[in-house]
């Protein structure tokens, strides 16, 4: 079922909230990212949004990318990963598949091929389990590349990773040695800087 235009526009509102800047919505969250959902809902209506309990677990059971987590008596909420603010979500070490793939833009490919995968303002780098999934989160940021990351030979050499609720991998780096743009073993000319 696809969400409405309201419960969209309140979900990007709770991204903001629970991943990068509680303050919009007068919270503070936890050292493990948690959020009383009480305050977030009074926080919500405060910054002139309308929510309530029953839209607030409507858009956590909705949300097509399982961004959010309730605790078990949804007391408390945190979004799964992608924080920009230092929090423990308590990930758990996990041993990934052999390939991941990280979907970017093709105006991001020369410092990648520099620099490797970075986690930007982020705690993580975020990798997909498939293909699909990384075209979706590259068409997020411009015209979509994938590419296939050799996740057994960093986990053998000693790069942990870790696995969200919501089935999104994530590690803190990905050297360029591992990385491959998806379809072609060697990178393309335009990923080369003209020096």
Not at 30 to 54: Q, T
Not at 57 to 81: C, G, L, M, P, W
Request: hydrophobic share 35%; aromatic share 8%; charged share 25%.
């Amino acid at each position: 079922m696809a969400q409405s235009k309201k419960d969209v526009e309140l979900g990007r509102f709770l991204s903001l909230v629970l991943r990068h800047n509680p303050g919009a919505a007068y919270l503070r969250l936890d050292a493990h990212g948690w959020a009383d959902v009480k305050e977030l809902l009074a926080g919500v209506n405060r910054a002139g949004k309308r929510i309530d309990m029953e839209t607030l677990e409507r858009i956590v059971r909705e949300n097509n990318k399982q961004r959010y987590s309730f605790n078990e008596d949804h007391t408390k909420i945190r979004a799964n990963q992608g924080h920009s603010i230092a929090v423990d979500v308590q990930l758990k070490q996990a041993l990934p598949p052999k390939l991941l793939y990280h979907g970017t833009a093709s105006r991001f490919l020369n410092a990648i091929w520099t620099e490797g995968i970075t986690r930007q303002s982020r705690q993580y780098v975020h990798l997909s389990p498939d293909y699909p999934t990384a075209v979706q989160v590259g068409a997020r940021h411009g015209t979509p590349v994938v590419l296939e990351i050799d996740a057994a030979a960093m986990a053998a050499d000693g790069f942990p990773f870790y696995l969200s609720e919501n089935g999104v991998w994530l590690c803190t780096h990905v050297p360029r040695k591992y990385i491959t743009r998806s379809g072609e073993p060697q990178p393309p000319k335009e990923w080369v800087d003209s020096k």
